[in-house]
């Protein structure tokens, strides 16, 4: 019988490290996965939108010697007030939204569907559509900008405009 007990050796460790040596991760020219050299040089380096650290304090030698003052250090600590932020236009504090334009009425159009369905061969070569009815809020921007104004209100307007 051999000195080890090892059965025959098939499977079992060689006791060396020899297997090993090459198990380190793959470097990124060698990876199939990820992207190479050339392609991260020709991506370039796009440095941040704003300096990160031009407005605190202790970014100059001066200022890390000469060190914060106790209540500069508790300012920091204050949250900024400012207006909450809105979505742009007609913005009001507290108010009830976007301005309202007169000529784009109030209710909202559903999805306009030609009589071809978009499926079919197009027969009428005229700019029809038929209102399918709003479907549950998924329209497109397009879609949604889309109001319904019904012609005795623009002529209702139209009459009550001075300068026509």
Known sequence: MMSDDRADDVYQPTGTNEEQEDAAPLDAQDSLDER?????????????????????????????????????????????VEAPAGDGVGDVQDGEGEPIDPEAGTDRTG???????????????EAIARDEGIDAG????????????????????GDADPGS
């Open 138 to 157: 998924a329209a497109g921007a397009e879609e949604a900008a889309v109001h319904t104004v019904l012609d005795e209100q623009l002529e209702e307007e």
């Open 36 to 80: 190479d050299y050339d392609e991260m040089l020709d991506e370039g380096y796009s440095p941040p939108e704003k300096p990160l650290g031009v407005t605190k304090h202790g970014t100059t030698a001066a200022e890390q010697r000469e060190r914060e003052t106790l209540d500069e250090r508790l300012a920091e600590e204050t949250p900024d």
């Open 111 to 125: 999805r306009l569907v030609a009589p071809d369905e978009g499926a079919h061969t197009d027969i009428t070569k």
